[in-house]
């Protein structure tokens, strides 16, 4: 790619939006024009605005830059973007987003529209047929960009294992999540509610896993998705580590493969982004661990730069067909990692 695309950040104060920024330097494809945050922040240069919570040094370049309103106007007069990753609260990026997926490709992390008809929900390595359907979107609402969105961070790392089970027929999924306090962005958690403490609750995270894995793991027609037809139960809770979401899977199947079987299945597993060696794709997005204490946040979180899944304790269950632990890192393929693969995904098919 000749010409690297420039793009905006919004809701670049935020821990997602940090990251984004930290993913992004030195990006071969793409190189961050816009830094767009609420009211409050615009106006400020970027160091003045927010806490760098990232491990690595804030970027000078990115120090300096002015703020600016996470509005299309303010955007605009600020430079010319060709794309926008965003990682706006919730309960603001509805309607924004929309403003903004009327003139651009947008990329989402939050969860506004991940269920609607005609808005993709992506995990490259498992639906990138899905990615199609903006234009369906662009059609029906009249839009020369589009909004295209990313999966909740514990939907991702268990839909990525799923896919190459659906060869045995999935059947029922029950998950146990144990998720970190970087999930609940900054400053998250109280230190009172957490220390010496697990929180059997996180707001809407298990409708979200429930109801977004079927969506994602389903079949495009070519107008809408067929949800899956698997049933699955989740009960989500936050622990006391700060990055990587650890789950606990246990799954019925049709048939009843051999545990050398599924191993080799998880292993061996890649999509498109391997094949097309998409920059941000890792080599392995299942990494397969073998040692019985495996696989752990502190250990494991970062496989494949925090874009792998890493899987072991893979074993038969006396009830379900078998049985597994799952790692991801939740800011990282769980977020802006994520959403920057899915851009990559969509330049690679020229639909943005």
């Given at each position: ?18 990251r984004f920024i930290q993913l992004l330097q030195g990006h071969p494809w793409f190189q961050i024009e816009v830094l767009a945050a609420s009211e409050r922040s615009a106006g400020k240069k970027y160091k003045d605005a927010c806490p760098w919570l990232m491990e690595t040094e804030l970027p ?141 609750f996180i707001s809407g995270e298990e409708e979200k896993m429930e109801a977004e894995a079927l969506k994602i793991l389903g079949n495009y027609n070519g107008y809408t998705v067929q949800n899956a037809e698997f049933q699955l139960s989740a009960s989500c809770n936050r622990v006391n580590v ?111």
């Amino acid at each position: 790619m000749s010409l690297k695309r420039k793009v905006a950040v919004l809701g670049a104060t935020g821990a997602v939006g940090q990251r984004f920024i930290q993913l992004l330097q030195g990006h071969p494809w793409f190189q961050i024009e816009v830094l767009a945050a609420s009211e409050r922040s615009a106006g400020k240069k970027y160091k003045d605005a927010c806490p760098w919570l990232m491990e690595t040094e804030l970027p000078k370049e990115i120090a300096e830059m002015p703020i600016v309103n996470a509005d299309v106007a303010s955007v605009e007069q600020a430079g010319e973007v060709d794309l926008v990753f965003s990682s706006l609260p919730g309960d603001l990026a509805g309607s924004v987003e929309e403003q903004f997926g009327a003139l651009y490709p947008v990329f989402s992390k939050a969860s506004a529209h991940r269920m609607d008809k005609d808005v993709p929900l992506i995990i490259p390595e498992i639906n990138p047929d899905h990615a199609e359907m903006v234009k369906i979107q662009q059609k029906q609402r009249g839009w020369k960009g589009f909004i295209t969105t990313d999966p909740n961070c514990s939907t991702i790392q268990l839909a990525i294992t799923l896919k190459p089970l659906m060869q045995f027929g999935l059947k029922q999924i029950m998950v146990s999540t144990m998720q970190a306090l970087s999930g609940a962005g900054y400053p998250g958690v109280p230190s009172l509610d957490i220390i010496d403490n697990v929180v059997p609750f996180i707001s809407g995270e298990e409708e979200k896993m429930e109801a977004e894995a079927l969506k994602i793991l389903g079949n495009y027609n070519g107008y809408t998705v067929q949800n899956a037809e698997f049933q699955l139960s989740a009960s989500c809770n936050r622990v006391n580590v700060k990055d990587g979401h650890l789950e606990s899977v246990f799954i019925k199947l049709e048939q009843d493969p051999t545990i050398e079987e599924i191993e080799e299945v998880f292993a061996k597993f890649q999509g498109e982004p391997q094949k097309l060696k998409l920059p941000s794709a890792p080599v392995n997005p299942i990494v397969v661990r073998h040692e019985n204490s495996r696989p752990q946040p502190r250990f494991d979180r970062d496989a494949g730069c925090g874009m792998s899944v890493v899987v072991g304790r893979i074993r038969k269950d006396p009830i379900m067909t078998f049985k597994y632990m799952c790692l991801g890192h939740n800011t990282i393929r769980g977020a802006a990692g994520g959403g920057i693969l899915s851009a990559e995904l969509y330049v690679s098919k020229g639909l943005a």
